[in-house]
């Protein structure tokens, strides 16, 4: 986090608090820079610095109208602690390590 500028900081902190329980939030390039209190091109220069800092990563969206939108995922703890901790359960709560969820004799 030393790499990045107060205005960066602040953004992430911003598109942080946006963020469902995922990780993952949609906010325009406007409302941030409102937020902020900078101008849309400084928000996309400090949107790219915290994809290159590999704080968030960027992906396109699109909505049930097939508008497409940008959307964010935050790449740090809280969230990606939580994702780390989920990807071990599948669907029903069983643990994905457990040694009975790789026998699969009963099916021959």
């Not at 993952?24 to 928000?43: A, F, N, Y």
């Amino acid at each position: 986090m030393a790499s990045l500028l107060p205005t960066q900081r602040l953004l992430l902190i911003v598109l942080a608090t946006f963020a469902n329980s995922e990780g993952e939030c949609w906010p325009s390039q406007k409302i941030l820079g409102d937020m902020v209190g900078i101008t849309r091109h400084r928000v996309s220069e400090c949107l790219k610095k915290l994809e290159q800092e590999q704080f968030i990563e960027s992906m396109f969206r699109q909505d049930a109208t097939g508008t497409k939108t940008k959307a964010y995922r935050m790449l740090f703890e809280p969230f990606v602690f939580k994702q780390v901790k989920e990807d071990h359960y599948n669907c029903f709560g069983q643990r994905i390590d457990d040694p009975r969820m790789t026998d699969t004799s009963w099916a021959e």
